[in-house]
């Protein structure tokens, strides 16, 4: 069974960069979507960025992070990678890799995911 791992979360200042990294512990991401969610305290998740493992296709950002975030496939290590740069307070969570097997209409939802890691705090300040 595929089991996400996330690992590059920190303190970093504002206007930085962090480069957030997903590998699966079990099974590969192939056939899977993975996703990264966020979670800041007293707030909702939020979807912040997906695509899917195979097949090329649209990779997905929330509007918070669009032109700042990038999502990228490693397949020589079998990870999915999140580059954030500008960061802003604003961007301080907990960010969760999320794998599943979504359509369409639930690729941007926590709900097409089954599959959550443990998380990465990532903390904007300076």
């Known amino acids: 069974q595929v089991q996400p791992v996330e690992s590059g979360g920190g303190l970093v200042q504002p206007g930085g960069s962090l480069r957030l990294s997903c590998a699966s512990s079990?099974?590969?991401?192939?056939?899977?979507?993975v996703g990264w969610f966020r979670q800041a305290p007293g707030k909702e998740r939020e979807f912040v960025a997906a695509r899917r493992w195979s097949g090329g296709g649209t990779t997905y950002y929330g509007d918070s992070v669009k032109g700042r975030f990038s999502m990228s496939k490693d397949t020589a290590t079998n990870t999915m990678n999140l580059q954030m740069d500008g960061l802003t307070p604003e961007d301080t969570a907990v960010y969760y890799c999320?794998?599943?097997?979504?359509?369409?209409?639930?690729?941007?939802?926590?709900?097409?995911?089954?599959?959550w890691g443990q998380g990465t705090q990532v903390t904007v300040s300076s």
């Open positions: 999320a794998v599943g097997r979504p359509i369409i209409s639930t690729i941007t939802t926590a709900r097409g995911y089954s599959v």
């Open positions: 079990g099974d590969t991401f192939a056939g899977y979507a």
